[in-house]
């Protein structure tokens, strides 16, 4: 029967006024969540025009920040003809970048050389030629300005890569206390054992040290390993570890990172560098933007070993790309892209889908990750991202500018 004829498919008039209060209800909520989403959405756009990359708010640096005493570590990598090492000094600079280098590597032979670096606001540095017969200097400074890396050729017709550690603070070994991840790469030539490797330590407060079991992979796929040790901080930042002399390091001022140089037990030279693990991330941590410096081993005229460095974006969902140009390593090749999508796990690891041996960890900063993987072309990668986090995370697309297409996902992306 049509519904239309019966009279009483109607509700009775209670209920009809019933029926239009609680309408009358839904109306007002749809009113006030319409209300809610336009303030939201006008919000978002303020948000979008505030921080677009054009105006965003982000750290600024200067050439007083050069200024003082730093350490520095260096891995040198190459061909098997080519010198490799490692080595290890001070570098002192005044507020105008007039700088001096003293290293001394894994033979004891010292040297020294001048350079006058140049900083921009964004924290790259470069310079002209630092050694005799190397090229020109290139690296960036981490945010809170207690730790610079940096890539250029050695002398010698190696590779370098560096990691310079402010002086300055007080230390005790304690410091060392608690869980570290550790990333090392080994340089050598076909006489010796050459790859990546990581592990997690735990360090007690006298320094003791042994591995988180199962945590140790190298290169080569062994899993098994004995590490355990002692570790002594001095007052001004120094490691050293007991029984192996040739093991030096610095532990930075804010005391989540330190890097290390020593011979490693197959005949090549180590570089360690370790972040302190402990904080609480997201996905979120990796958005912004990545000065990428990387050092790549191997022990045959077959694999691909150069330095390189490269900036990166990522967007708050992980998502990044080569900045276009941006790519260049030692031997002038600029054509290297990237397309692909980051993890950052809650306690700090760092994993790149399609790239299965890549393996990372971030710092309790959040501003510097060091990770090591296989080389495409057969060598073994360490690689570590200084970074400006959140700089351009409105800019979804990462095509350089907060557009309406950022507004329309940051508008759907809250909306559902």
Request: glycine share 14%; proline share 3%.
């Given at each position: ?217 190298n290169s080569d796929g062994e899993t098994v390993r004995t590490l355990n040790g002692t570790m ?35 005949g090549g030279y180590s570089l360690l560098v370790a972040v302190k693990a402990g904080g609480t ?6 958005s912004g933007t990545w000065y990428a410096y990387g050092l790549v081993s191997g022990s045959s ?116």
């Open positions: 029967m049509n519904c239309l004829n019966q009279v009483r498919c109607l509700p009775p008039r209670r209920h009809i006024c019933a029926t239009k209060q609680a309408e009358s209800q839904v109306g007002g909520e749809k009113q006030r969540l319409a209300g809610a989403t336009c303030t939201m959405l006008i919000v978002g756009m303020i948000l979008l025009m505030v921080l677009s990359p054009g105006t965003k708010a982000g750290q600024r640096f200067g050439m007083t920040d050069l200024e003082g005493a730093w350490s520095v570590h260096i891995l040198t990598s190459g061909y098997p003809d080519d010198f490799q090492s490692w080595a290890h000094g001070t570098v002192t600079c005044d507020g105008k970048g007039s700088s001096v280098w003293r290293v001394t590597n894994e033979t004891g032979w010292t040297n020294q050389a001048s350079a006058t670096l140049t900083m921009n606001a964004e924290g790259i540095i470069t310079a002209p030629i630092v050694s005799p017969g190397g090229s020109a200097f290139h690296g960036a400074m981490r945010n809170n300005k207690d730790t610079i890396v940096f890539t250029l050729n050695d002398g010698g017709g190696g590779y370098n890569l560096g990691i310079c550690t402010r002086n300055g603070g007080t230390f005790t070994t304690s410091d060392l206390a608690g869980t570290w991840y550790w990333h090392g790469l080994v340089s050598g030539d076909e006489n010796t054992w050459t790859g990546w490797w990581y592990v997690t330590t735990v360090v007690d407060d006298s320094g003791r040290f042994k591995l988180v079991e199962g945590s140790y992979l002594n901080v001095t007052p001004d930042g120094v490691i050293t570890i007991a029984g192996k002399p040739d093991a030096h390091g610095n532990m930075n001022i804010s005391k989540d990172l330190f890097v290390m140089t020593m011979n490693d037990g197959g991330f997201t996905s979120r941590d990796l005229y077959d694999d691909h070993i150069v330095w390189y460095h490269v900036t990166t974006e990522v967007d708050r969902r992980g998502n990044g790309q080569f900045v276009p140009g941006s790519y260049l390593d030692c031997r002038g090749d600029t054509d290297n892209t990237w397309t692909g999508t980051m993890r950052l796990a809650g306690d700090g690891v760092v994993t790149i889908p399609g790239m299965p041996t890549f393996h990372g960890a971030a710092s309790l900063g959040k501003d510097i990750w060091v990770g090591t993987a296989d080389d495409g072309g057969g060598g073994y990668d360490l690689m570590i991202s200084v970074g400006r986090p959140g700089g351009d995370e409105f800019d979804s697309d990462m095509d350089g500018d907060v557009d309406f297409i950022d507004f329309a996902d940051f508008a759907n992306h809250w909306l559902n």
